[in-house]
């Protein structure tokens, strides 16, 4: 389950969900990753333009994205703007995943708007997973 904002808190959430669940909750700042508690993951964005923002939309950036992965206390996903070939910044930067719209969607030239998920999965797999990790 993913939490935006202040909606409603983790640890309502917690009670009324099997303890299998995930928690999450989307922020926007380092200041916000450091305030969350009672949550198994973060998504944190918007890290670069996205055509699912409005123009002028507040970006967070490469930097701005690190500093809220060394803030935070659990897993941070990078969302926004997001393509295949920022996977190794993110990654490097110290992120735990990606979380995307555009990136699966294919653009508006795709018939079909969709892309081989194969070939999205290898290449985050090569950029996250370690030998600690077991995936």
Request: aromatic content about 4%; proline content about 3%.
């Amino acid at each position: 389950m993913h939490l935006r904002g202040d909606s409603v808190g983790p640890g309502i959430v917690r009670r009324m969900t099997p303890k299998e669940f995930l928690i999450g909750r989307s922020i926007h700042s380092a200041q916000e990753a450091a305030s969350v508690a009672d949550v198994d993951y973060l998504i944190a964005g918007t890290v670069w333009t996205s055509a699912s923002k409005p123009a002028g939309h507040q970006l967070l950036g490469l930097d701005g994205f690190a500093s809220v992965v060394r803030a935070a206390r659990v897993p941070v996903v990078a969302i926004g703007g997001v393509t295949i070939d920022r996977i190794g910044e993110i990654a490097k930067a110290g992120g735990a995943g990606i979380a995307a719209i555009s990136l699966f969607m294919g653009d508006a030239s795709d018939e079909c708007r969709i892309v081989q998920l194969t070939a999205i999965a290898t290449e985050a797999r090569t950029r996250f997973d370690t030998s600690r990790s077991g995936s």
